[in-house]
C-alpha cells in the first residue's frame, strides 16, 4: 500500500470500552427462517468452500448451507498479498451484484 513502517513500539494509553449493542445488525434464528425464500432478501455463505458443502462441520452438528443461499468465501473478498487487504470497492460491488447482492435486496451474511 505504501505505507511507511516503522519496528518502534508505540506507547498506548490504557482505556476503558464499554461496547454497545446495536440490536439492528443481529439477525436471531427466527428473522432468518422468515427471510429464506423471499426475493428482497439474500443468504450470502462467506465461510470456507468446505464449510458450504457440509465437508468440514467445524465441530457443528451439522454441515452445508442455508438452502438458496449464495457462496463467496471470505477469502475472495481480499487481495492474495502478503498482507491482505480487501480489495477496491468496485471490485467488491461488482463481485457482489453478480452473486445477486444488491442495495435493493437485505443482505444476511454467515
Known amino acids: 500500500e505504501g505505507r511507511s513502517i516503522t519496528r518502534q513500539v508505540p506507547r498506548v494509553a ?10 439492528n ?8 427462517r422468515s427471510c429464506v425464500g423471499k426475493k428482497d432478501a439474500i443468504f450470502l455463505d462467506v465461510r470456507s ?3 458450504w458443502t457440509g465437508e468440514n462441520r467445524r465441530s457443528n452438528k ?4 442455508v438452502p438458496g443461499a449464495v457462496h463467496l468465501e471470505w477469502l475472495n473478498f481480499v487481495t492474495d498479498d502478503d498482507v491482505r487487504v480487501f480489495k477496491p470497492a468496485s471490485a467488491l460491488r461488482a ?6 447482492a444488491s442495495p435493493e435486496r437485505e443482505v444476511i451474511t454467515y
Do not use: K
Not at 445488525?25 to 432468518?32: K, M, P
Not at 463481485?95 to 445477486?100: D, F, I, N, Q, S
Open 14 to 23: 490504557r482505556a476503558a470500552f464499554t461496547p454497545q449493542v446495536d440490536p
Open 25 to 32: 445488525l443481529i439477525c436471531t434464528l427466527d428473522y432468518a
Open 49 to 51: 468452500d468446505g464449510e
Open 62 to 65: 451439522r454441515g452445508g448451507h
Open 95 to 100: 463481485m457482489l451484484e453478480g452473486a445477486g
